[in-house]
């Protein structure tokens, strides 16, 4: 017997899609985007066959610094008046083990759309919740490297290397209620 698709929607106040960078080549700069929106359909209780759509809007985003995220939206990083939006759609899921995946997708920044693979660990279903609901979480991270979507803005340091590194990590805490 074939089960119906369950569909998904984020839990906003209990989702984080956050990123880190280094800066100057000695620590973490973090941020996160406050506004995104997607769906998430799959037939299965371990969410082993999800299908994942992410719209994630660029001008939501916060480094809690209000002249880096200026910056950020500048045509030098995102070009986030001309490309408003990264977009995320799941294209398999791995299973790795019990509650663990491989999820791959394509990602599309800058008009540009590359395969990416991110970690997944499935925390788990609570059946309900205080106020009735059924939800689900995960913990979802990975790396890109952020000139593969044309990226490439830095700058030289006095003192060696730059200022902004490549690779991006990506760490999102997800929470996700069933519609």
């Not at 995104?36 to 999800?50: L, Q, V, W």
């Not at 995946?101 to 991110?118: C, E, F």
Request: include cysteine; charged fraction near 25%.
């Amino acid at each position: 017997m074939i089960q119906e698709a369950v569909k998904w929607t984020f839990e906003p106040s209990h989702c984080k899609i956050g990123f880190s960078i280094t800066h100057f080549g000695i620590s973490e700069t973090e941020g996160f985007f406050r506004k995104f929106d997607g769906t998430i359909s799959t037939e299965t209780d371990d969410f082993s066959d999800a299908e994942i759509e992410l719209i994630i809007d660029v001008n939501s985003i916060d480094t809690q610094d209000k002249d880096r995220d200026n910056h950020l939206r500048s045509a030098d990083f995102f070009n986030a008046e001309q490309f408003s939006n990264i977009y995320f759609k799941s294209t398999r899921m791995e299973i790795i083990k019990a509650n663990q995946y491989k999820m791959y997708g394509d990602l599309s920044m800058l008009g540009i759309t590359k395969q990416i693979a991110l970690n997944v660990d499935f925390g788990g279903i609570v059946k309900k919740d205080p106020f009735g609901n059924t939800k689900a979480g995960f913990l979802i991270t990975g790396k890109i490297n952020r000139k593969d979507w044309g990226i490439v803005w830095n700058t030289s340091l006095d003192f060696g290397g730059v200022a902004v590194g490549e690779i991006v990590k990506i760490k999102c805490h997800i929470e996700l209620l069933r519609s």
